[in-house]
């Protein structure tokens, strides 16, 4: 059974448009479910429904098998980290970490045993006494943590809590978030704008977008398999190249607006595939350099990023500007005439009315995923 | 098939009880909201909106000497107030007094917060001086300058004799009591305006003076053309808190003139304080306070009106 | 900052000379203070600096108890309008319920009614409760105050809604999270609102001239008037310290809290 169960959720103010429309979701226990979203998608929004901060408008809420939607929040059972971290700024970290506990009037000894327990696990133990205005950004983002672990709820929501540290840190901070919640068996939902944060750290991860689910899969599933162009272009990074496209009469090429013709194996187009007008995409990985033998297309380089352990060049293919990224260090530069690899095998395939996944790249799959 | 309608009928119970739930939230909050609002309320509404209404109430009767209504009486109380000399000295009085202070207080006040919002060593004591006045009672303040213009022995009376001027009876002289009262008045309230307009000085944002003095502004320049209009919310606030003030001038009449001379200091609060706690009038003197409060009605709704609108706000 | 020494000087000298002709009537009223009769009817620089004058006032007059019912009605207003005040300005942040942006215009409306326009009734309530020559009837009618709501309002906005949502996550009442939370956050614009509440409190005139007819409570302020008016001999000296003393406990609190009253009462006033 789904530790938190959302049947048929959906959010408006004032009777006016949803903001939230229609969820179905079921988050395991024990899962880190991530929900990813850009501003204004409504992952906010169904973060602070589920604790109990937003009334839910219709739909049916459950944590833990119980019906939750009229409860406040104090009687659901979570804990909840924001983004500003909501510490009191008059109460030392020991006070902020104990908070909670004193509301509920935990015993004292209890209250000790937990807070020294909690701090040891946050290396807070020699900050306790100190106010949240002398610590950096990373030390109160544990006094955060801290607050919500001592609480020993088992489900943890947590509001883009990385969003106000600098990129190191943050990547520090996803590596122990992503520690202690499995340590402790947490369920935690997670809400981040941040897709390599969701890529990096959820077990499953819901993306929405509009106040409606885009897809809801594991993070390597959404990259390999996304379910329509929004989440094609919103994971992945750099994002996927995409472009409309037609086949030739044959249906031998395919070509992308009047100009690059991309051979295909017709063997491979199904009868939906031929229906449909599409839009066909490619991860910037998957566009190879061209050598003799594979050189599908020459293009002119835009943009280079030399990053160190791997090169992108960017071009135009029709009216976008497409990516590739090449493991290694490639002495190119703007203007030069590059010959590269774009084949059939690589490329999703989705219906551009609807922006629906028609059809996922058929070699990407089988390469990506190495077993150990 | 009826696994389906029990399941469709707990769904909507399911309902009710959501329904239940939120209006009782909704009462619990409500109650929650004006249980910390009933204090204010309460007192707001007894020692405000009820006194309001009845002075207006009052003000078409005449009543006995301990305030009980005895006859009605309609318009006649406004008539003779109206057409009484007394009264109308008192409106004529009550405008030149505001004429007199507001501006003067306003343009001192915004002279001392320019000068002492430079940054200069030891500013802080010299705002503490400018500011000092407000902590100097309406009391304490009218009894010093009731020395400043005793005849004999004060000490304009003396500067005035030692350039072989004639003395002057600043208060008991038609000609001066107004101008003595006002001047009073002046230095009483400099320290509280002094205090607003440095504090909106100091709200204004530094890069504008550092980005006017890489163009090579001059000093006069930046106060005309950056100081001024970024103060001007400030100084819009100051000049309405002042005219309101002006027209609630109590103590310092009390202390310095009781009125006169011939009345001319018997600005409208004194004159309703006269009329209802000397001559026991409280039907008239409850007429006179509903145009006061009139007159302060219109200053509060100018100020909210334009207050945000003509005024430049950052 | 730079600034040339001709400018420094043009400064200095303005601001000495404002100062000096600003605080000369209140330096004239200390120095009278502590002067002989006889230098102050001559009018010449005092020869001895006397105590008599303080020995006089208090003498001849119960300035102890009107010190004291200053500090009690001062104390009282300044409590009063904090708790109302703050618990309103809580409200207006913190709680969302129907009715509350009506309630919120009519404490707008509240600035528009002057005490003196209402003063009739005003007197006529507290003479009905019995309440003429007390503390409360002193204190009472003027513990609600819109401008003191709107600055406390003004400063809990600035508290992050997310605290009071940690709280309700712990299972923190409202009325708990007002007082451990809010109140603390946000000593610094109570204590504002408190010097700002004191100081007019203990300066005024009208009110307790009105709703005192004996020494019992009757305030300072009223007990200078009286001083002043029944000094038959012209008695300056005594007059002056009498003032000065009125003035000393506000001197020395506006002293003190100037930079914090100023920036309070400019956020209160102006958004």
Known sequence: ?372 | MSMNSVAIRSHESMELIFEQAKKRQRMKSWIKGMLFLLPSIVLFGVFLFYPLLRTIYLSFFLTDASGETTVFVGWQNYMNIFTSPIFLQSMKSTFLFVLYTVPITVFISLFLAIIANEKLKGTGFFRTIFSSSMGISVAAASVFWLYLFNPTMGVLNRILEFFGMDAIGWLTNPDWALLAVSVTTIWMNIGFTFLILLGGLQSIDSYLYESADIDGAGYFYKLRRITIPMLSPTLFFVVTVTIINAFQTFGQIDILTQGGPQNETNLIVYSIYREAFVNYQFGSASAQAVVLFILILLMTALQFKFGERKVHYQ | ?271
């Open chain 3, 1 to 271: 900052m730079t600034m040339s020494t001709g400018k420094k000087v043009v400064f200095y000298v303005l601001l000495i000379l404002s100062a000096t002709i600003l605080f000369a009537p209140t330096i004239m009223a200390i120095v009278m203070s502590f002067m002989t009769n006889q230098d102050i009817l001559t009018g010449s620089f005092p020869k001895t600096l006397t105590l008599d004058n303080y020995v006089n006032a208090f003498e001849r007059f119960p300035l102890f108890q009107y010190l004291f019912n200053s500090f009690v009605v001062s104390i009282m207003i300044m409590l009063g309008q904090l708790i109302l005040c703050s618990l309103a300005a809580y409200a207006f942040v913190f709680l969302e319920f129907k009715g509350r942006d009506l309630l919120f215009y009519v404490f707008i409306a509240t600035m528009m009614v002057p005490f003196e326009a209402s003063i009739i009734p005003n007197f006529h309530i507290i003479r009905d409760l019995g309440w003429i020559d007390s503390y409360q009837g002193l204190t009472v009618p003027f513990f609600a105050m819109a401008f003191g709501t709107f600055l406390l309002r003004q400063n809990f906005k600035m508290i992050p809604k997310e605290l009071r949502e940690a709280s309700q996550i712990a299972g923190m009442g409202d009325f708990r999270f007002y007082l451990t939370v809010v109140l603390p956050v946000a000593k610094t614009s109570l204590v504002t609102l408190g010097v700002y509440g004191f100081l007019t409190s203990w300066n005024m005139y009208l009110w307790p001239l009105l709703a005192t007819t004996n020494d019992s409570v009757r305030t300072v302020q009223i007990g200078l008037k009286q001083l002043q008016t029944q000094e038959q001999l012209n008695e300056w000296g005594v007059i002056m310290a009498g003032a000065v003393i009125v003035i000393i406990p506000t001197l020395i609190l506006l002293f003190l809290g100037q930079k914090r009253l100023q920036r309070g009462l400019a956020e209160g006033a102006l958004k």
């Open chain 1, 1 to 372: 059974m789904g530790q938190v169960e959302l049947m048929n959720i959906s959010k408006s103010y004032d009777k006016q448009k949803n903001v939230l429309n229609e969820i179905n979701l079921s988050i395991e226990e024990g899962e880190f479910f991530v929900l990813v979203g850009p501003s204004g998608s409504g992952k906010s929004t169904l973060l602070r429904m589920i604790a109990g901060l937003e009334d839910i408008t219709a739909g049916t809420l459950k944590i833990s098998d119980q019906v939750v939607n009229h409860l406040p929040p104090k009687d659901r059972n979570l804990s909840m980290v924001f983004q500003n971290y909501a510490l009191y700024p008059h109460l030392t970290v020991e006070q902020n970490i104990l908070f909670g506990l004193r509301a509920k009037k935990v015993q004292k000894e209890e209250q000790q045993l937990r807070l020294t327990e909690t701090a040891a696990m946050l290396g807070l133990s020699s900050l306790l006494k100190r106010k949240p205005k002398e610590l950096s950004g990373g030390q109160r983002q544990r006094v955060a943590l801290a607050r919500s672990i001592v609480s020993h709820s088992p489900l943890c929501l947590m509001d883009e809590p990385l969003s106000n540290l600098d990129a190191k840190l943050r990547a520090n901070m996803r590596v122990e978030i992503r520690r202690l919640q499995k340590k402790l068996g947490l369920t935690m939902v997670y809400v981040t704008h941040d897709q390599v944060e969701a890529m990096t750290m959820g077990d499953r991860i819901m993306v929405l977008n509009d106040g409606k689910i885009q897809q809801v899969g594991k993070p390597i599933t959404l990259y390999n398999e996304p379910a329509n162009v929004f989440v094609a272009s919103f994971i992945g990074s750099p994002k996927m190249n995409m472009g409309k496209a037609n086949f030739s009469s044959d249906m031998k090429q395919l070509v992308i607006e009047h100009e690059p013709h991309i051979d295909i194996d017709p063997a491979t187009v199904s009868k939906r595939l031929k229906e449909a007008s599409i839009t066909i995409g490619i991860r910037a990985e998957h566009i190879f350099p061209g050598t003799p033998d594979n050189t599908t297309h020459h293009v002119e380089v835009v943009n280079v990023e030399h990053l160190g352990n791997e090169t992108t060049i960017a071009f135009e293919i029709a009216s976008d500007l497409w990516t590739a990224k090449w493991p290694g260090q490639w002495a190119i530069n703007v203007g030069d005439n590059v010959p590269v690899s774009i084949t059939g095998e690589y490329l999703c395939f989705f219906d551009t009315e609807s922006g629906d996944l028609i059809r996922p790249a058929m070699a990407g799959k089988s390469q990506e995923v190495i077993a150990i």
